[in-house]
């Protein structure tokens, strides 16, 4: 299975945040690559030339929303769906707000080895029992996620396991997924890694509740 990477940022300025000397943007999509996803999509509405510089190089693909688009779950689906354009086997894409530029490679194939026992499901990394990003998201959901355009990322996926989709918790040891880059490397907590190997820590993962979003 192909698991794609759909990085939301905001504007230029954003993504080329200077962390531990360079763009916020580059250590994202370098971890994402590390961890196995592919492909990797950047959804930007607002790109200068020195961004648009840095994605190339990268060799990521850029997806710009229209002004009247709104902010929120709408940007994500429409990076979905340029990852499945790019790359037809792509079956999940994980949602990953920029601001979490300290998440590990490793956290990522956890994900993706998660993805493959668990196909039809939303699954949410943990660290010490608080749900973290990237959220692994079938690229199914697409066009359900598209029409609840009006709420965010987090509010549209607690919305959508509310209705019945599947969804997992997986603990992962990475602190990286619940602190964003407002908290220096040498604050963060102890990286403890998965706790198992993949064949050991499916039986580990545990389907959330379902609670009804209002």
Excluded: K
Aim: glycine share 8%.
């Amino acid at each position: 299975m192909t698991v794609a990477a759909v990085v939301i940022v905001p504007d230029s300025a954003a993504g080329m945040a200077d962390v531990e000397g360079e763009p916020v943007i580059r250590r994202l999509v370098q971890s994402a690559w590390a961890g196995g996803a592919m492909p990797i999509v950047v959804v930007c509405p607002a790109v200068d030339g020195a961004f648009e510089q840095v994605l190339a190089e990268l060799q990521v693909t850029l997806v710009r929303p229209e002004p009247t688009e709104p902010h929120g779950i709408a940007w994500f689906a429409g990076g979905q769906i340029a990852a499945a354009r790019a790359v037809s086997e792509t079956t999940a894409s994980l949602l990953w707000p920029f601001r979490y530029s300290w998440v590990d490679p490793e956290t990522v194939t956890s994900l993706i080895e998660a993805h493959g026992g668990s196909p039809e499901s939303i699954i949410r990394p943990t660290y010490g029992e608080r749900r973290g990003f990237p959220i692994l998201v079938p690229n199914s959901l697409a066009d359900r996620l598209a029409a609840l355009s009006g709420l965010h990322g987090e509010e549209a996926i607690d919305r959508s396991i509310a209705s019945g989709v599947p969804s997992l918790s997986v603990e992962l040891g990475d602190p990286g997924i619940v602190h964003d880059g407002a908290t220096p490397r040498s604050s963060l907590p102890d990286y403890q890694g998965p706790p198992a190997q993949v064949s050991e820590s499916r039986a580990r993962m545990a389907p959330e509740p379902v609670e009804e979003v209002r």
